[in-house]
T-cell receptor, first 112, second 114 residues
Framework: NAGVTQTPKFRILKIGQSMTLQCTQD?????MYWYRQDPGMGLKLIYY???????DKGEVPNGYNVSRSTTEDFPLRLELAAPSQTSVYFC???????????FGPGTRLTVT | GDSVTQMEGPVTLSEEAFLTINCTYT??????LFWYVQYPGEGLQLLLK?????DKGSNKGFEATYRKETTSFHLEKGSVQVSDSAVYFC?????????????FGKGTRLHILP
C-alpha cells in the first residue's frame, strides 16, 4: 500500500517553462488536494477535487491548472513558470468520512 | 473568518524537557481539531485529533485537549526526545464541510537538543 505518491521529488525550471507535477493515491479516496509550502510558512491550498471530473480553486490558484480524470490521479500543471512558484508542493487525499488527510512526500520546485 | 493561530517557533528544548505548543482557533461552529507533524524531508502526517469539546487526543506520548471555553487545543508532551524534532501544525475542519478542507496553522518548528 503506497498511499500518496508524487513525482518528481525535485525539479529546477527556467522562467517561462511548463511542467506537470504528478500525484497518485491508491486508497480509493474521493477527495484530493494540492498545497504549496513556502520556506518558514504554513500550507496554502492551490486546488482541490471532491471526485473524478470535479475540481475547484483554493486560496492560491493563479498560475496553476489541474484535472481529475480518474479517482487515483490528480496532476498539477504549471504554465509559464515564475520565480514566485519556487516552493515545495504537497498532494494529499482523504476519504471524506474519517477526515484525516494523507500527504505525499512532496516535490521541491525551483524556478530560476 | 475561520482561522488557526499557533505559537511562533522555533522552539528549542533539551531532551526530556516538557513541551507545550499553544494553538487557538477562531470558528463560528464546532470544528474537529488536529495536530499534524512534518519530519524533515517528509510530508505531513496526522499526530492526533479531537472531534468534540473536552475530548483528549493522544499519540506517541503527545496529548491535546479540545477546550471550547478557551477555543484552544494546546499540544503537550511530558518528556521530549531528539526524534521529536519536526514541524508541528495545528489544524481544524468543520463537520459539515462538504469538500473536507482543513485549515492549517503556520506551523511551529521544534528542535530537541541531546
Amino acid at each position: 500500500n503506497a498511499g500518496v505518491t508524487q513525482t518528481p521529488k525535485f525539479r529546477i525550471l527556467k522562467i517561462g517553462q511548463s511542467m506537470t507535477l504528478q500525484c497518485t493515491q491508491d486508497m480509493n479516496h474521493n477527495y484530493m488536494y494540492w498545497y504549496r509550502q513556502d520556506p518558514g510558512m504554513g500550507l496554502k491550498l492551490i486546488y482541490y477535487s471532491v471526485g473524478a471530473g470535479i475540481t475547484d480553486k483554493g486560496e492560491v490558484p493563479n498560475g496553476y491548472n489541474v484535472s481529475r480524470s480518474t479517482t487515483e490521479d490528480f496532476p498539477l500543471r504549471l504554465e509559464l513558470a515564475a520565480p514566485s512558484q519556487t516552493s515545495v508542493y504537497f498532494c494529499a487525499s482523504s476519504s471524506g468520512t474519517v477526515h484525516e488527510q494523507y500527504f505525499g512526500p512532496g516535490t521541491r520546485l525551483t524556478v530560476t | 473568518g475561520d482561522s488557526v493561530t499557533q505559537m511562533e517557533g522555533p522552539v528549542t528544548l533539551s531532551e526530556e524537557a516538557f513541551l507545550t505548543i499553544n494553538c487557538t482557533y477562531t470558528a463560528t461552529g464546532y470544528p474537529s481539531l488536529f495536530w499534524y507533524v512534518q519530519y524533515p524531508g517528509e510530508g505531513l502526517q496526522l499526530l492526533l485529533k479531537a472531534t468534540k469539546a473536552d475530548d483528549k487526543g493522544s499519540n506517541k506520548g503527545f496529548e491535546a485537549t479540545y477546550r471550547k471555553e478557551t477555543t484552544s487545543f494546546h499540544l503537550e508532551k511530558g518528556s521530549v526526545q531528539v526524534s521529536d524534532s519536526a514541524v508541528y501544525f495545528c489544524a481544524l475542519r468543520f463537520p459539515m464541510n462538504r469538500d473536507d478542507k482543513i485549515i492549517f496553522g503556520k506551523g511551529t518548528r521544534l528542535h530537541i537538543l541531546p
